[in-house]
């Protein structure tokens, strides 16, 4: 069974420009998260998708954050400006049968 | 909200020896008790899980116990190697959305 993949695995780009994360969760998973994991913390939800539709995203910051899961599989994050603070591992995770979270690669984030 | 607290932030044994972890947890309605080993620069990795109806669980080396009454639940790993050493994080959960309240992750050294 493939894993959670996703890409890029790193991006850098300044202050202010924009970059979009895609994520492919397990097949048949329909639950997705994106968690944003800054260097020696936990994972932070960011988003909660079921199916097409989002289930959470208040903690998501509304204003330069954005995410999709249109046909209810694949699924984006942007960020648009990006900030100094934003230089984080981005990572989605799906949910299995038994409720447990399988979590892909994830993007390392740096804005200079 | 859910607020879950893990100790120690740092645990460092001998080879061979056993190591402890321990979490507790704010909400009596959390059912769902994760276990995430994160070895530098990787992804979280479930090693095990416990349910509320269960007081523990056990997977070769690896143990989970749980204590509903007292709201916390302990990781156990014995006959430490060096590969077990990584940073280690404990979540809870409830409900159907299944999200995760991560603790603040321990990381384990293992001393040759």
């Known amino acids: 069974e493939a894993g959670v993949a996703q890409s890029p695995r790193y991006k850098i780009i300044e202050k202010r420009q924009s970059v979009a994360f895609w994520c492919n969760p397990i097949s048949g998973h329909a639950t997705l998260y994106w968690y944003q994991q800054i260097l020696g913390q936990g994972p932070k939800l960011l988003i909660q998708?079921?199916?097409?539709?989002?289930?959470?995203d208040s903690q998501l910051p509304k204003d330069r954050f954005s995410a999709e899961r249109l046909k209810g599989v694949d699924s984006t994050l942007k960020i648009q400006p990006a900030k100094l603070e934003d230089s984080a591992v981005y990572l989605c995770?799906?949910?299995?049968?038994?409720?447990?979270?399988?979590f892909g690669p994830g993007t390392r984030l740096t804005v200079l | 909200g859910e607020n879950v607290e893990q100790h120690p932030s740092t645990l460092s044994v001998q080879e061979g020896d056993s190591a402890v972890i321990k979490c507790t947890y704010s909400?009596?309605?959390?059912?769902?008790f994760p276990w995430y080993k994160q070895e530098l620069g990787k992804r979280p990795q479930l090693i095990i899980d416990?349910?509320?109806n269960v007081g523990e669980k056990k997977d070769q080396r690896i143990a989970v116990t749980l204590n509903k009454t007292a709201k916390h639940f302990s990781l156990h790993i014995t006959e430490t190697q060096p590969e077990d050493s990584a940073v280690y994080f404990c979540a809870a959960s409830k409900g159907s959305n299944y999200q995760l309240i991560w603790g603040a992750g321990t990381k384990l050294i293992i001393k040759p």
């Open positions: 909400d009596s309605a959390s059912n769902y």
């Open positions: 998708f079921q199916n097409n539709g989002v289930v959470d």
């Open positions: 995770a799906s949910r299995g049968e038994a409720n447990e979270q399988f």
């Open positions: 416990i349910r509320s």
